[in-house]
């Protein structure tokens, strides 16, 4: 059974940072891409980072220099560290496998707000 498990979110000041982390299970974790969506309030759900199997990685214009995605194959552990955070980037995160299209954890909430 595949399962995600998100965590590391929270409330935090604009211009703060977070790091959010997702425990993977139930497929070959080192094997798979990994990605990192949101979901702002109201709005789609969108992608925020990209890691590849060898790391390779790959963010949108709205975060980019902003938000790094690392990988801990050792612990089925994808990570993103989240700086200079903005309102914008309020919204629900999880972790996302291309690998298993069809499983989504709970997710993280991030509020950023003063």
């Known amino acids: 059974q595949v399962q995600f498990v998100e965590s590391g979110g929270g409330l935090v000041q604009p211009g703060g940072s977070l790091r959010l982390s997702c425990v993977a299970s139930?497929?070959?974790?080192?094997?798979?891409?990994m990605t990192w969506y949101r979901e702002p309030p109201g709005k789609k759900r969108e992608r925020v980072a990209f890691?590849?199997?060898?790391?390779?990685?790959l963010y949108p214009s709205s975060v980019r220099g902003r938000f790094t995605i690392s990988r801990d194959n050792a612990e089925n552990t994808v990570y993103l560290q989240m700086s200079d955070l903005k309102p914008d980037d309020t919204g629900r995160y999880y972790c996302?496998?291309?690998?298993?299209?069809?499983?989504w954890g709970r997710g993280t909430q991030v509020t950023v707000s003063s």
């Open positions: 890691i590849s199997e060898g790391s390779l990685t």
């Open positions: 996302f496998a291309p690998s298993q299209p069809n499983s």
């Open positions: 139930g497929f070959t974790f080192s094997s798979s891409a």
